[in-house]
């Protein structure tokens, strides 16, 4: 709930955090614009990839079973920094994952997404759903080096000053967030639902 009230997004984390590290001239967050996506066939498949992440129920709604959206994690398509960006992500796939104790693809990153924050199935392989959500993470990770892509990755931390108290909790989603994500927390057209079956499942990041 600390990240949902910093960044109004419900987010698989996956335990990675945002580097402390002060940037650096060779490091500079400078994502590209989704208007520069080249006018080619490959360029087709990226803007498919980028609809995906902006409206993803409604694209891809045969593999999603609630109401949310892949930037409703990934901030403006993940280019937004501390909001889990993807830019540079292609840089460190494949990974080896300790939640599920293997080598993990980005593919198979992919199908826990969607599988857990979107409550739904996994992409077919090779299909065009996984083929186009790769090639934009991809189009959007060139010339990130690992080093770059590591400091960049996950979420902004916020640090517990005190015991959370759900009373207080309540009182400040009233106050703060229900006038985007509704009283009872279950969605409206300005914000996604945060919690219940519109949302991400038991074994979300968020969870």
């Not at 600390?2 to 590290?21: I, K, W």
């Not at 796939?93 to 857990?116: H, I, K, S, V, W």
């Not at 914000?191 to 499942?201: D, L, T």
Request: glycine share 10%; net charge neutral; aromatic share 6%.
């Amino acid at each position: 709930m600390a990240a949902l009230l910093a960044g109004c997004a419900a987010v698989e984390t996956d335990d990675h955090e945002l580097s402390s590290a002060s940037p650096t001239a060779e490091i500079i967050f400078a994502p590209l614009d989704p208007d520069a996506i080249p006018a080619t066939a490959e360029g087709g498949l990226i803007r498919f990839g980028h609809r995906l992440v902006t409206d993803t129920r409604n694209q891809a709604r045969a593999y999603v079973g609630n109401e949310l959206t892949c930037a409703n994690c990934h901030l403006d398509a993940g280019r937004r920094l501390g909001a889990a960006p993807f830019v540079g992500l292609t840089m460190l796939y494949p990974e080896y994952r300790a939640r599920n104790a293997r080598m993990n693809t980005l593919e198979d990153r992919l199908d826990d997404c969607f599988e857990r924050s979107m409550n739904g199935r996994p992409l077919p392989r090779g299909g065009r759903e996984q083929r186009a959500l790769v090639a934009y993470i991809t189009w959007l990770s060139q010339g990130v080096s690992k080093e770059a892509a590591r400091s960049w990755r996950g979420f902004h931390r916020i640090a517990l000053t005190h015991r959370p108290d759900p009373l207080k909790g309540k009182a400040l989603f009233a106050e703060r967030c229900s006038g985007c994500h509704g009283e009872d927390g279950q969605g409206m057209v300005t914000g996604p639902p945060v919690w219940g079956p519109g949302s991400y499942n038991i074994a979300a990041g968020m969870a």
